[in-house]
Nanobody
Framework: QVQLVESGGGLVQAGGSLRLSCAASGSIFSINAMGWYRQAPGNERELVARINSGGSTNYADAVKGRFTISRDNAKNTVYLQMNSLKPEDTAVYYC??????????????WGQGTQVTVSS
């Protein structure tokens, strides 16, 4: 079994910063891409940022220049540094990863989500 556990969400004023973390644990052989998605009330879940095993990244246009995704492969952890936060960044943020288990199957996993609320 594999688990993704997020932390770091909370309430922050506009212009502030938060850092989200997501640690993968369990029957992990290797981790391919890892990423962050978000879902605001009434909206569909959308990609925020993604990073592959080689460190290449891609970002949603709405967060480019403000958010930075990184990963620590030794800790099976992905981070999302969020700066210059805006009220429209308010959402539940979900960690996502493509993980090759010890059965050598690659499966996609989701974390439970962490709430980020930005007040104006």
């Amino acid at each position: 079994q594999v688990q993704l556990v997020e932390s770091g969400g909370g309430l922050v004023q506009a212009g502030g910063s938060l850092r989200l973390s997501c640690a993968a644990s369990g029957s992990i052989f290797s981790i391919n891409a890892m990423g962050w998605y978000r879902q605001a009330p009434g909206n569909e879940r959308e990609l925020v940022a993604r990073i592959n095993s080689g460190g290449s990244t891609n970002y949603a246009d709405a967060v480019k220049g403000r958010f930075t995704i990184s990963r620590d492969n030794a800790k099976n952890t992905v981070y999302l540094q969020m700066n210059s936060l805006k009220p429209e960044d308010t959402a539940v943020y979900y960690c996502n990863a493509d993980i090759r288990t010890h059965l050598l199957r690659v499966l996609n996993y989701w974390g439970q989500g962490t709430q980020v609320t930005v007040s104006s």
